[in-house]
């Protein structure tokens, strides 16, 4: 099944190839700065962090706003920005979330260690002010009110669904919880945590979903699955010296260079 998917992969690109999406943007902001993760929000607002784990909001038009930094927690290996009033930042070696305000004030936090029977190494904002959480050591996802309560459980996914999941990355919305199985493509899940279907598409990391497109930025470019049309689409998009990847959110696209972030807006024709 592993070569299949593989060889369909490759049909796709070698054979068929991605279609090509024209689309116009207008820069917006142009900031000098060396990140390891960055996001964008809904309303074009950049966040950032930089090596030495300080996490920094810049306005859509590239000023600096607000910092947060605990030295205490060590990397910060997750940002989710998806609520601009409610933002999660993940420590994964210490298992601990904090919750940020709009101005990066931490407003909670809680720590995983608490139960030794766990071992959270993906998370995610849910609807209704609650989490998505993925549990490696008990290979299930959870779902977590805003006050860290269990609210729903999975179960074991590889006893339940045969899956062996690698998982790297956790992306939920209102309809569906998305997870990068490395090498697989994205498990998509339904709000209630039941198995729905494969995206196979090879993604390193990070994506966005927009609707039924899922968007990340690979090899230099940016491409759009569609995973109920299965069309795989390449977006064209402004040429930066140095892009080493690409955040599409909404109207917005973050290129994100060795030092150096610019922001776009798409043009209303």
Same mark, same amino acid.
Request: hydrophobic share 45%; no cysteine; aromatic share 18%.
């Given at each position: 099944m592993k070569?299949?998917?593989?060889?369909?992969?490759?049909?796709?690109?070698?054979?068929?190839?991605?279609?090509?999406?024209?689309?116009?943007?207008?820069?917006?902001?142009?900031?000098?700065?060396?990140?390891k993760l960055a996001k964008l929000d809904q309303f074009g607002n950049i966040y950032v962090v930089q090596p030495n784990n300080e996490l920094i909001k810049f306005s859509s038009k590239g000023v600096k706003l607000w910092s947060y930094s605990n030295?205490?927690?060590?990397?910060?290996?997750?940002?989710?920005?998806?609520?601009?009033?409610?933002?999660?930042?993940?420590?994964?070696?210490?298992?601990?979330?904090?919750?940020?305000?709009?101005n990066l004030s931490e407003i909670n936090r809680y720590s995983f260690n608490k139960d030794p029977d766990v071992q959270i190494t993906l998370?995610?904002?849910?609807?209704?002010n609650g989490y998505w959480v993925y549990d490696?050591?008990?290979r299930e996802l959870k779902k977590l009110s805003n006050t860290f309560i269990d609210?729903?459980?999975?179960?074991?996914?590889?006893?339940?669904? +045969?899956?062996? $999941?690698?998982?790297?990355?956790?992306?939920?919305?209102? %309809? =569906?919880? #998305?997870?990068?199985?490395?090498?697989?493509?994205?498990?998509?899940?339904?709000?209630?945590?039941?198995?729905?279907?494969?995206?196979?598409?090879?993604?390193?990391?990070?994506?966005?979903?927009? +609707?039924?497109? $899922?968007?990340?930025?690979?090899e230099r470019k940016?491409? %759009? =699955?569609? #995973?109920?049309?299965?069309?795989l689409v390449s977006l064209e998009i402004p040429n930066v010296e140095n892009a080493t990847n690409f955040i599409k959110y909404l109207n917005h696209l973050l290129i994100i260079g060795e030092k150096q972030l610019t922001l776009w807006s798409l043009k209303n024709d």
């Open positions: 070569h299949f998917r593989i060889f369909f992969l490759l049909f796709l690109f070698l054979f068929q190839g991605p279609l090509l999406f024209s689309q116009k943007f207008n820069k917006e902001a142009s900031i000098d700065i060396e990140s030295k205490n927690f060590g990397d910060i290996d997750q940002v989710d920005v998806k609520d601009p009033l409610r933002i999660l930042v993940f420590y994964a070696a210490h298992q601990q979330i904090v919750i940020l305000n709009n998370v995610a904002s849910a609807n209704n490696q050591l008990n609210e729903l459980r999975s179960g074991n996914i590889y006893q339940r669904d +045969g899956l062996d $999941i690698k998982a790297n990355y956790l992306y939920a919305n209102d %309809a =569906y919880v #998305f997870i990068n199985d490395k090498g697989e493509g994205i498990r998509i899940f339904d709000r209630f945590g039941n198995f729905y279907k494969t995206a196979v598409i090879e993604i390193p990391r990070e994506f966005e979903v927009e +609707g039924s497109q $899922i968007l990340f930025g690979k940016l491409y %759009a =699955y569609d #995973f109920l049309s299965f069309q």
